[in-house]
DNA sequence: TTCATAATATACCACTTAGTATGTTATGTG
DNA sequence: CACATAACATACTAAGTGGTATATTATGAA
């Protein structure tokens, strides 16, 4: 019987390695921002080469470009959208989700703030590509957090003369400032008063 | 007549010296971030060289450090909270502040967000003494703001049982909302929707 | 099995970076 | 007017940077 030889096959596909490539870049550009980050960190921690990465991406630029369409603009989505469509009152989902995804959540999650606000914030106004992508994605929120206003509007959780879209609008700025503080405090617990300041809030729309 | 020498006469001071570096560094940190400026970029905005500058600063990051500490935390000061105390009721010089310092203020100057909060999100998870630092600055801005918010109960302004901390948190928080929100959409009008939802929330409140 | 080529590896390069070593000049003090 | 020294200037370095040129290997079609 031949042992198996116990050096790993390998195997290609583009895919895989794009979605290797794309976390690696996830968690590096999350913790020390885009222009903190060296591509050669960034392969470090992955199984590839540079021969990989510049097959795929032609800069560093279009890596972090492809990491704000595919990474982080879903990630905002199924956290913060995607669930608010099992709620009857679409107020009571976002509210739940806050406390989910932000109140109970563990403190090295919340250390490094908010993946979208960060690159908002670092690259927004030093790349034209970057912005556009970031401003589609903070869109994307603001749409779909109106979208689902609507809704609450429409089944009477929310007054007939409020602005559904100036709510969402605040909402979303709401979260990324919650997100902001608790980073630049290094305190979760910070969550509680906000939220229930933006409770109050919520409660003078109904 | 002997013309004048029109060659600068060169002059000596650490002071003045200090101010010219921290001047520069502040800009050239507020458009590109931390990370995203180097020495030399930071030397050219100015009339000196490195020999000035790592005379007084030891490293970039001790730039960095009096950068918060002698521009930025005193800025906070003299923007936010000092116009406070001319307002019989605070609650009024907030909302003023706010029109005057965001709503009214041109377009370039709201482009870059706010310059406290650019450093907390960039620098705050990766360097010990930015964090202290940065949160000694948003520390102390909640509390000046806690004390003008009392102010604002004793008056009547705001309803006894209104915890003023919890208020002063949100406040400082939807300040930097509104900073990062202006700044990500790159659109200074939605000043006025978010504003209108603050005086909202204030409106609850008394 | 062959073979074209897509997917990846490796070695290298020009350039920038923070920081240093050392030299020069202004300035206040006796 | 010396003169010690604080306040700068200049030239340099070692390490890291994004990107490239070129070689290698896996893969799927014929």
């Known amino acids: 019987m031949k042992p198996k030889p116990v050096i ?9 390695s794009r979605k290797q490539l794309l976390e690696a870049t996830f968690l590096e550009v999350f913790s020390k921002g885009f222009q903190g980050v060296s591509i050669d960190e960034i392969l470090k921690k992955t199984a590839l080469t540079k021969g990989a990465l510049y097959h795929q991406f032609p800069t560093k630029l279009d ?21 608010l469509e099992d709620y009857e009152n679409p107020v009571e989902g976002i509210l739940y989700q806050l406390q989910r995804n932000i109140g109970d959540a563990r ?10 606000n960060n690159l908002v914030q670092e690259m927004s106004p030093l790349d034209k590509g970057f912005r556009q992508r970031l401003q589609a ?19 009477g959780h929310i007054r ?10 605040f909402v979303v700025m709401a979260h990324e400032g919650f997100y902001g503080i608790i980073k630049g405090f290094e305190d979760p617990a ?17």
Chains 1, 2 share one sequence.
């Open 107 to 116: 403190p090295e999650d919340l250390r490094l703030g908010c993946p979208l």
């Open 63 to 83: 890596l972090g470009y492809a990491l704000v369409e595919e990474v982080i603009t879903p990630m905002i989505l199924d956290r913060w959208i995607t669930p």
């Open 8 to 16: 790993a096959k390998k195997t290609r596909s583009l895919e895989k």
């Open 137 to 155: 994605a903070l869109n994307l929120w603001v749409d779909q957090m109106e979208t689902q206003l609507k809704r609450a509007k429409k089944a």
């Open 190 to 206: 910070l969550f509680r008063p906000l939220f229930k300041s933006l409770r109050s809030y919520f409660s003078s729309l109904s």
């Open 160 to 169: 007939s003369e409020v602005n559904v879209r100036d709510v969402a609008l």
